[in-house]
């Protein structure tokens, strides 16, 4: 275990350690968050490899002299998942709002893999444009971007965000609108460098909670549906951490110039 790892690549890495085992177990893909046609020559084959590239990255993200290989791994693989099997949906079918969920969703978690890649894979000459601070800049991009689709789900398909919430909470309709207005308002104030550090935190943090309060009682009696989608909401969660963890050197309550002048891995 690397001894300098950050608690989020800690998680990130054991989130994906999960979502290899699930996918070894089942030797299918990540039910609707990786839906890849069943036409798709070699199927199982090529779920298989990818269940093995998630656990291999997880692992590999742990220890220090393979980080910046899973680095190098695992942000192209996230690039691919979210461009192949997400954005399609999103350009053939803008007008439904769960195509933007579902792109917002595993842009989120790209963004976490895309961080970690412009942290520690080092430079090479044709990917410079994604490492070092021109790469943050853009896994800082596609998170402000992909918050708002997350968000305007919870608020345009209200009555069925609803059900979600807790029964033990008051005013459900209430939680759902909040947490969907959070995420929709976080986009613009991390894009105008509105105290960042303290905005990305608390929705890494709002992600976190409904995830436990979500998907975690489900795996009190575990099926392979609730299980899957604890360790991908707990993926979404991890890679906004990722993200908000790259401001770490941006005091919490810095805004504006301050923040552009400061902010730096």
């Known amino acids: 275990m690397d001894k300098s790892i950050r608690p989020s690549r800690a998680f990130y890495g054991a989130v994906f350690i999960g979502l290899g085992i699930i996918g070894l177990v089942y030797g299918d893909f990540a039910l609707v968050w990786q839906d890849p046609p069943k036409s798709l020559p070699a199927h199982q084959v090529i779920a298989y490899l990818c269940a093995f590239i998630e656990l291999a990255s997880g692992i590999g993200l ?125 986009g613009p104030a991390l894009l105008g460098g509105f105290y960042p550090r303290l905005v990305a935190n608390l929705e890494a943090a709002m992600l976190g909670v409904i995830t436990l309060l979500v998907w975690g009682p489900g795996l009190a009696t575990p099926d392979r549906v609730h299980v899957t989608a604890f360790f991908i909401s707990s993926a979404i969660a991890v890679g906004a951490w990722v993200v908000a963890d790259t401001y770490r050197s941006v005091p919490w309550l810095a805004s504006g110039s301050t923040v552009r002048a400061l902010s730096r891995l």
């Open 62 to 186: 742990l220890l220090k002299p393979t980080l910046a290989l899973s680095a190098r791994v695992l942000c192209p693989y996230m690039m691919l998942w979210l461009v192949l099997l997400k954005l399609p949906g999103l350009v053939l079918a803008p007008a439904f709002i769960g195509s933007w969920g579902a792109f917002g969703e595993i842009g989120i978690i790209t963004a976490g893999a895309w961080s970690l890649y412009a942290a520690n894979a080092g430079e090479h000459p044709r990917f410079a444009f994604a490492a070092g601070e021109r790469g943050l800049r853009g896994a800082r991009l596609l998170f402000l971007a992909s918050l708002p689709m997350i968000g305007l789900v919870h608020l345009i398909e209200l009555k069925d965000t609803v059900p979600y919430v807790p029964q033990w909470l008051p005013y459900p309709a209430f939680w759902a609108c909040a947490t969907g207005s959070y995420s929709i308002l976080a």
